[in-house]
């Protein structure tokens, strides 16, 4: 599931949860320019009332803050049936239609629960990644004091983040892929050249156990080298380099199993490479 996707459903989401607290009978997400990003609101509320709702707050907003440095977090509007409070949320607006009986200041204390998470989704929705050439990533590097080096621990931390917790992705795919884009990305495509690049960027040390079947093994392994037994196989990002050298150098989908593990009890780590047949369109990370 893309990003966007992730983060319009989380949107929406809270905005159910909101219509459900007592006084809220519709919500909607609006741009500051109007544009309505997501809406459960009743049908007679227009997307064009909501612009014009978002006009009113986007005035206020300037007006009082020009003249009284007031900065205004959100307005009320008083219907004859209904009630409209536009919240000001970052770089957005949450419209929200009220009953008669809705407690004004309980909501605001619930927006104020909702803001981050509403904030945190829109970022993702709106802001655009930078993307720089892999190439450069690696050779555009100037740190007069540090240099290349970073801590093996920092980047674990890294590695083993649950992104499942943050983003409804499972971490140990997202490391394989990237692993496998990465080494796809710099043409690596024979074993010498392999070898070399994971002893420069301090990777561990390969060697070819075997050449058929396949068999690569990992000394001082990045990802792993030291850490408990866990009794499951950790090199995910690994299997990735591996999938991607394997398809550079023999133009193949492959499966990546890894057989041994520190995660296992062992003290280097260990992949056996199978090719797939032609009508086979998987190529993932076998860790079991």
């Given at each position: 599931m893309s990003t966007n996707k992730i983060a319009l459903n989380k949107l929406k989401e809270i905005l159910r949860e909101l219509n459900k607290v007592p006084g809220i009978v519709g919500s909607a997400i609006v741009k500051k320019d109007g544009e309505v990003i997501l809406r459960e609101m009743p049908e007679h509320i227009t997307n064009e009332f909501m612009n014009i709702l978002s006009v009113i707050e986007g005035f206020a907003e300037k007006t009082l803050y020009d003249t009284t440095?007031?900065?205004?977090?959100?307005?009320?509007?008083?219907?004859?049936?209904?009630?409209?409070m536009v919240a000001n949320i970052h770089n957005v607006f949450l419209i929200l239609v009220l009953s008669s009986k809705a407690n004004l200041n309980n909501i605001s204390k619930i927006i104020d629960d909702y803001s981050d998470e509403?904030?945190?989704?829109?970022?993702?929705?709106?802001?655009s990644p930078v993307e720089l050439p892999i190439k450069e990533l690696f050779t555009r590097v100037k740190r007069k004091k540090f240099g290349r080096d970073v801590d093996v621990g920092l980047f674990r931390a890294f590695r083993y983040l649950n992104f499942r917790k943050y983003l409804n992705v499972d971490s140990d795919a997202l490391m394989f892929y990237f692993g496998k884009e990465?080494?796809?990305?710099?043409?690596i495509n024979n074993f010498e050249e392999f070898s070399e690049f994971y002893e420069k960027y301090k990777l561990g040390e390969l060697q070819m156990i075997n050449e058929d079947p396949i068999v690569i093994r990992i000394y001082d392994c990045i990802s792993c080298a030291g850490l408990p037994y866990v009794g499951k196989p950790l090199c995910h990002?690994?299997?990735?380099f591996l999938s991607g050298f394997v398809?550079?150098?023999?133009?193949?989908?492959?499966?990546?199993i890894e057989t041994h593990c520190y995660g296992l009890g062992h003290d280097f780590c260990q992949f056996e490479i199978k090719f797939l047949d032609k009508n086979s369109n998987k190529n993932k990370s076998d860790n079991k």
């Open positions: 440095d007031i900065a205004v977090r959100d307005i009320v509007i008083r219907g004859r049936n209904e009630t409209f509403i904030t945190k989704y829109c970022s993702m929705l709106f802001e990465l080494i796809k990305s710099l043409k990002l690994e299997a990735g398809e550079n150098a023999y133009g193949k989908k492959c499966r990546v």
